[in-house]
């Protein structure tokens, strides 16, 4: 489990949330976006390819690693980036949805960032 949480701060979420900033705050040189958005895919493919055959990140339950790493792709569409070329984390975002006292990270914010100038 420990291994995941490591993975989803030094693999994944550099490139959705850098990705993600560059979408809606500031507007680097091209090559800057490419590379972040690069990084993300890579990531996103490695999750996918995990996810196949498995219902959760570490066996058939949800752990914290899901809920870590489900963090970062709950931004995903903020960085245009479209979860159905990734099936196998589209089903597994629709499990984690599923969960009873599911919320997306922003609806369990006072003021939701997606509103703020």
Same mark, same amino acid.
């Given at each position: ?12 979420? +550099?490139? %959705?949330?850098?990705?993600?900033? *560059?979408?809606?705050? =500031?507007?680097?040189?091209? &090559?800057?976006? $490419? ?26 339950? +949800?752990? %914290?690693?899901?809920?870590?790493? *489900?963090?970062?792709? =709950?931004?995903?569409?903020? &960085?245009?980036? $479209? ?26 914010? +006072? ?7």
């Amino acid at each position: 489990m420990r291994e995941w949480l490591v993975w989803e701060s030094d693999r994944l979420e +550099p490139g %959705i949330n850098r990705s993600r900033f *560059f979408e809606r705050f =500031a507007k680097p040189d091209q &090559a800057v976006v $490419d590379y972040h958005r690069k990084w993300a895919e890579m990531g996103l493919e490695v999750l996918n390819d995990l996810l196949d055959g498995q219902q959760f990140l570490v066996g058939t339950a +949800p752990t %914290i690693a899901d809920i870590a790493v *489900f963090g970062v792709v =709950a931004h995903m569409a903020e &960085a245009r980036f $479209d979860i159905t070329a990734w099936p196998h984390v589209k089903a597994w975002w629709d499990r984690i949805a599923a969960l009873p006292g599911f919320r997306l990270p922003y609806d369990l914010l +006072p003021r939701m960032d997606k509103d703020a100038d």
